[in-house]
């Protein structure tokens, strides 16, 4: 199995050894589960929350960034003798000054500079600017005058391996060999089946847009550099800026409490962290670098395009016999993961006892793919799950019968094929289905006219969604019973801190209210992994449980001796410590005089290790109906509905925000998103949230509905919770796709589901091709 | 004994039980002990260091308060409606603003308004003002009419119990019955003496005059204060703020990383944090309130007059047979410790079998007394040192014979009156004589002329320097092996965060330059008492080494597994683990994949708890030749030596720099600090450093000789520290008057010994009074 390294790049390995003395399962919760607004819902809706591109320090300066306007060239001289004349501007650098002539990695072997004169993708950074506006900078990037050798390019993936096709590298385009896998015996597998499939399909490239864009402010105080970096995870940043600028770990600190959405493209640093540093100290003033939203739109990662050519084997029953996928992809200009884990989803999803896949990464001259919600699984279930459908429809049984009928309780693709701690799939798919109205909904007469009904449904896992060590948190229990939690992990907008407060108060009677979080700051709270991979919950909530635990039991010890009582015979009921057999004995935790002699109570805890040859995943069914205009080729959602095997469900509210945040970026997906490269000049020309369309209010249905197939998974974490983020964008544009196939019997095997594209099809299908 | 309440007026009881696995003491060390430059010295000296004063918030407001210029008033009206009018004011609220309708409570039992119309000293608070620049707010309260009803006052302690004194409070001005102690029997003790002396001293009341005035910035986060103070301990200030304002302690975050100077004067809350907190509230912008330097003078403390009267008796041989004292004193307007510990040294520092001491504590007009660097101690050792020298003369023997005479082993006025861990008393006397040349000194001439040359010597010893628990902190190894030290103590310019980091740098051999050091922030960083009590090394330092060594533990552990050697074989070496037996068995702490996998690693330490039935104190003794010119009354410290047993030296560099700053203090005490209360307005004539006194680089000796007497003290806790700062100000007022007479004849009782003064007594000797 190849790693999903995009979590990875630069943070720890994540596997640890850690102390495992298992408290019980929660069986009863009181706050665990229940539907609760943010802790911090005050601070974002009012403002008050200072995100990193809110920082605002006393002499600041703002930098600008020039970058090459050319999807291949090679910078030949740089002149910015009138920029740096220019008033307010406090400094220039390029690739001469040397500050700025630093070593900058893509991948663990793939090296550049920082302003390097090789430019392999539109917005590579040639030069920076830092001055006293960010209108000065900008006006400054503009006089620096660059003369470039203007070389031949590619930007179609397709394209790239063609003889003849411009090398992005001296190597050529190969980003490496093939990656294979295989079990069984495909060629037999397809000779047992009844029925044989075989299509082609591909994705567009979509961008994560994020509502805040990629940005730091850096500030240093003699040798220790601060940056305050909106972020997925502060101990990434801090491990690429220290070892790029061969500082200690300990003088880099990372900074981001808040920060405004990432979804896979802030798992990292970036060149313009190195960028800001540098112009913070030849100008000995904090710099502050935050990108336009064109610049994120070219240089700050996408979700790649996959083209896959899949067969699949099928007998009459609905038994799979076999699966053969083929995924041509790229990372872009530089090792991005260009085809990584493309192919999991048919690895993994279904009992198939032959499959084969071969994952083939070129480079082009794009910006570089970062991982993206689920980094290639949706890709893969846009093949997958529209060959199913396929599938089901050739040998005539249900969709929902056909998976149904090839569920896995193994993860066949792991080494020893390890069983599944818990798999719901199967009453993700049988409720799920029933909620929906699913066999009803089947029925129904797509209509006459030229607006057409139709229902589809797609299934998924995903592969990261256990979580795992290391983390550790600090909880610490003021005298008054209020609380504070100190975390590594940053709280991406999916309710972190809210779920994490939760478990505080379910151990501890705190009130939601009376606990504070501090997190995401290498410099002040604890350890922990970036946020991404759906793991931050099944990571952090077991730690999190294990140092209110931990505060627990010192707690009960003290007021054990106050109360004169034995402690196993004590438990916390409200803000107070009570006797099980007589609630008279009960003493206020504010009053415990334990707890004012020592200042406070603390617990330091631990994220336990994952079991032993058990893969945990979280599953989902989901289900949609579409009405299309086979005029216009709109397609419009009328309802959607997500039934998700993601363990404990911890915070209902925010649970449901997950879906339905999932949800709208797999319709975005199926119907609206694609970056543009022009064929002729090479660079993107829907750059801007104008022309390049994520779904907004009106391109959702009124209702997604949030179906939990609440498994609690114990065996996995002291939490029971498994990840949710990923999996519930995972199958949305693959359900999305069976529907329209479902309305108008046209397979829209290329995404996204344009109108242009679909009144295309169908015009092709009336003419009969 | 009586607590020294002023350093734990709010903080947490000095307590705790923790878990007590002693490791070996040190014996040798290979950083501890050394002369190291502070770890934060740039951002010091660089203006990079953000000091609370400091703080710029965006859109933040500058506060100012209106303050009663009477000694005793009672506000009948305040009229705030032209100063609400002026341009660039954002609030005005006096004690009718709901808002700011707060109680203030100067010590457990007594409580007032934050804007109480009953003023009982000048500089009351009466009304404040928010506004977009100080100026812009000084002006709008020069703008506020207050109609007060002046009533008549009593500034002087001695004046306060005469029939018919203004009574400062309903109950008139006796705090409470006054304090008695004795042991044996004193009648018995005179009787049995061949010499017995009485004679009154006085000491003035001292100004803590820190560097950065006393303030913070306040801000609002929903229902989350920020408090950024220039405080010695954060954690007091959150319990006080959070129990003013009835908020949960976690909802009130205090963040004093740095401060610029306390000697107790910034232990506590005050009003003034309430008051930016309500004008942050009102105006929904940070508020920025700084006192001004003339404020600081008025009421954020002082070190409280003390009249003493002592009575001693001693054999011919030089044992000490009684001692008597009787002490008046005040902490101005509110109970505030006006006698606290002035009589711990009669009690205490040399043996005598019988003692008796009587304290009255009364009520003035005059702005409370805090804890000022060693609380009653110098003023105590102005009256039992000078007597010691007296005694000494008249019994004809030298003046450190009689104190090596009458050493205790024992803490005689504690309880059970436990043993000392250690003593270096009789080595802090031989020693230091031997150094500074006591005897030979002792036999040059006076001289002839009107300029007169003395010497003079007095010992102490400090009630509260064995710190204690509780604390906590946290030392996390990055995989770099570069450090974080996370820690609640403030650094309050002794040097703390440097002798951390050298802790941290012993145990796991990392350089201090790969050491960062989080501190003093409620929200972020662990629990410490207050930095104050000389307590804060010998309470960190073990806390941070248990720490480290936690740290080490794992590291070797992990070591040991990847070098496949025994455990108990390995040890840190520079920053490398190296096996003891084979040095070639050896690997890089960066390069341990341990470490990696883990991300970090970290320990988490606590002070364990002081031995038990011990007393733990540091001892000092100082030395010094002073000239006197007798026409103009002048004198000049000519040089200085104090020798300290303050257990094991952590840092020398910044142990000699408590020595020279805590003499420096002692000088002002004796020659030229008082504050000046004009008795017929009973406001403060010196309130500026040009009036009032502090010593200058002008008016201390070329050379301050720092001795340290080392005398690791491994019984006391781990690191072998006890208090320094506070021990080293204790005698050096009463040495110099002590040199004062050996070079004149003439005994200043009474604090300072201004040219004035001497060359009146000077005068009066010589009319033979």
Redesign the interface.
């Known amino acids: 199995m190849r790693p999903p390294e995009l979590y990875f790049i630069d ?3 994540p ?3 850690a102390p495992d003395d298992r408290p019980e399962p929660w069986t009863e919760t009181r706050v665990v589960g229940s539907r609760r607004t943010r802790i911090d819902g ?2 974002r809706v ?1 403002g ?2 200072v995100y990193p591109s809110d920082v ?1 320090l ?1 002499g600041m300066l703002y930098a600008a960034v020039l970058r090459c306007p050319h999807p291949q060239a090679r910078v030949k001289k740089v002149d910015t003798s009138a920029a740096a004349k220019m008033p307010g501007v406090r400094a220039v650098i390029t690739g001469a000054t040397p500050a700025a002539d630093l070593r900058w990695y893509y991948s663990r072997t793939v090296f550049t500079k920082l302003f390097d004169p090789a430019c392999r993708f539109e917005s590579e950074a040639v030069a920076a600017v830092a001055a006293d506006t960010p209108q000065l900078a900008w006006d400054a990037v503009r006089a620096i005058n660059v003369e470039y050798e203007v070389l031949p390019f590619v930007v179609d993936e397709r394209a790239a391996l063609a003889a003849g096709a411009p090398p992005v590298h001296d190597g050529g385009n190969r980003v490496a060999e093939p990656e294979k896998y295989s079990r069984g015996d495909v060629a037999k597998g397809f000779a047992e089946a009844n029925t044989v499939l075989e299509a082609s399909y591909r994705t567009a490239t979509e961008i994560h847009c994020p509502t805040e864009p990629h940005g730091c402010v850096a500030r ?5 550099l601060t940056i305050w970096e909106s972020t997925q995870g502060v ?1 990434p940043v801090q ?1 690429r800026v ?1 070892t790029s600028l061969e500082m ?4 880099v ?1 990372v900074i981001g409490s808040y920060m405004g959405g990432g979804f896979g493209s802030k798992l990292q640093a970036d060149k313009y962290n190195l960028i800001a540093a540098a112009l913070a100290k030849l100008t000995a003033r904090p710099v502050k670098l935050f990108l336009t939203r064109e610049e994120t739109f070219l240089c700050v990662g996408n979700r790649p395009a996959a083209n896959m050519k899949l067969k699949a084997g099928v007998r009459k029953d609905g038994t799979l016999t076999a699966l053969e996928l083929t995924v041509l992809g790229t990372g872009g200009a530089y090792p991005a993961g260009g085809t990584s884990l493309v192919d999991w989803l048919v690895r993994d999803l279904y009992t198939c006892p032959n499959v084969r896949t071969e994952s083939t990464d070129v480079y082009t001259n794009a910006g570089p793919a970062r991982a993206f919600r689920a980094p290639g699984h949706p890709q893969g279930a846009w093949a997958l799950e529209q060959m199913m459908d396929a599938l089901a429809e050739a040998i005539g049984i249900d969709p929902v019968d056909l998976r149904l009928k090839n569920i896995s309780t193994v993860s066949q693709a792991r080494e020893g094929q390890p069983p599944y701690t818990t798999t719901g799939l199967e009453r993700c798919l049988t409720e799920g289905a029933k909620a929906f109205g699913w066999h009803e909904a089947r029925k129904r007469p797509k209509g006459n006219g030229p607006v057409r009904r139709g229902v589809g449904m797609a299934a998924g896992l995903w592969i990261a969604g256990s979580g795992g ?2 983390s ?1 948190v ?1 909880v ?1 229990l ?7 939690l ?1 975390m590594g992990a940053s709280d991406i907008g999916t309710g972190t801190k809210t779920v994490m407060a939760m478990v505080v108060s379910e151990e501890l009677g705190v009130p939601l ?4 979080i ?1 997190n995401a ?9 970036a946020s991404g991979g759906s793991k931050t919950v099944p990571t952090e909530a077991p730690a999190v449980r294990d140092a209110a635990l931990k505060v627990k039991r010192q707690l009960l010890e003290i007021a054990a001796e106050e109360l004169k009582a034995p402690v196993n015979e004590l438990q916390i009921d409200g803000e107070a410590v009570v006797s099980r057999r007589d609630p008279k004995v009960r003493k206020k935790i504010s009053e415990l005089d334990g707890v ?5 109570v ?1 617990g ?1 805890g631990t994220r336990g290790p994952n079991p032993e040859k058990k893969a945990v995943d979280p599953f989902v069914a989901q289900f949609c109906e579409v009405e299309v205009n086979e005029r216009t080729g709109e397609v419009k959602v009328l309802r959607f509905l997500s039934a998700n095997d993601s363990g404990r469900v911890m915070n209902r509210l925010t649970y449901d925000g997950q879906v339905i945040g999932g949800v709208t970026m797999g319709l975005g997906l199926a119907l609206t998103e694609q970056r543009v490269l022009d064929r002729q000049t090479g660079k993107m020309v829907n750059r801007n949230w104008h022309d390049y369309k994520v779904p907004t209010a009106m391109d959702v249905p009124p209702e997604i509905a949030s179906l939990p197939i609440e498994v609690p998974d114990n065996e996995a974490n002291i939490s029971g919770a498994k990840g949710l983020g990923e999996p519930v964008t995972i199958p949305t544009a693959a359900a999305v796709a069976n529907a329209v196939y479902d309305a108008t019997g046209v397979r829209v095997t290329e995404s996204p589901i344009s109108p242009m594209r679909l009144v295309a099809l169908l015009a092709g299908k009336r003419a009969g091709r």
Not at 248 to 251: G, I, K, S
Not at 513 to 516: A, L, N
């Open positions: 943070g720890a390995l596997e640890t050894p005050f601070d009012s008050a929350a605002l006393p240093w105080d003699g040798p220790r101990y491990q220290a200690p770990l300990a003088n600190r060590p290391p550790t600090v610490k003021f005298a008054d019973g209020s609380a504070n100190n209210e009376k606990i504070q501090e700051d290498t410099g002040t709270t604890q350890y922990a992994t004012r002699r020592r200042g406070l603390l330091v």
